[in-house]
């Protein structure tokens, strides 16, 4: 028997892997699991929801945290922590 999705997208996962355990998966909405980092959740959504890592060179960030920072706070980390050069960013900036 299969899990049925309820109205708020639980009962099921949405995500193509996870290092969350199957029950914890399950029991979010899937607004909530969509906004989670691909890179600790990975649902595919992380193109469409902003939660990116604009990083082109070395970062010293975990990838998790790369893609739960918010662009203006990306943008401002020094790139010998976070290399963004060369980076667009959503609001048409390039990272310096």
């Known amino acids: 028997m299969s899990a049925q999705q309820n109205a708020s997208g639980q009962g099921v996962s949405h995500a193509t ?4 355990p199957q029950k914890a998966q399950e029991a979010v909405p899937s607004s909530v699991e969509k906004k989670v980092p691909n890179a600790l959740h990975d649902t ?3 193109k469409n929801t902003g939660k990116v890592s604009h990083a082109t ?3 010293k960030v975990p990838k998790v945290l790369q893609e739960g920072l918010p662009e203006k706070v ?3 980390v020094p790139n ?3 290399d963004t050069s060369g980076a667009k960013f959503s609001d048409g900036s390039v990272g310096k």
């Open 17 to 20: 892997s996870s290092g969350l």
């Open 44 to 46: 595919g959504d992380n």
């Open 57 to 59: 060179g070395d970062s």
């Open 80 to 82: 010998a922590i976070h």
């Open 74 to 76: 990306e943008k401002i």
